[in-house]
């Protein structure tokens, strides 16, 4: 396999890792404001992703994939609000630990990544291109 299908695939499997933390922190947003349904229980617990570097037998190379997606086990911000569903017997709700300001950080970090990786597969593409353009 030459160098320039290494690229590719390098930059593939980046694309594929920040996608997913990506679907992540997405879900991480939308569930920003989910508390617990029964009183005293947990709410939406942050989830956050880990990578891992795989070395591909075929092509010989480490890529990078997700290891897996945990749970953020920082502690939950308590509100007392007695009239809510979820209450405890002292009055006091769970809030999500999810923090949009990290979330949309994260998320910005993230598409830069995806861009760098889609610029390497663009970049790998163009040069067989014009590598066959010299060839004919």
Known sequence: MDDLQR????GSAGMKAQANR????????????????PPGGDPYRRKVVTFKSVLNQETGVNLVQV???EFDRSEFTRRHDPAHPSADANGYT???NVNPLVEMMDMREAQRTYEANLNV????????????????
């Open 67 to 69: 290891d897996r997606v």
């Open 121 to 136: 597969v663009s970049t790998s593409r163009e040069m067989v291109r014009r590598t066959l353009e010299l060839l004919r």
């Open 7 to 10: 690229m590719n695939r390098i």
């Open 94 to 96: 769970l809030l999500p």
């Open 22 to 37: 990506l679907r992540v922190i997405a879900e991480n947003l939308a569930n920003v404001d989910s508390m617990a349904k």
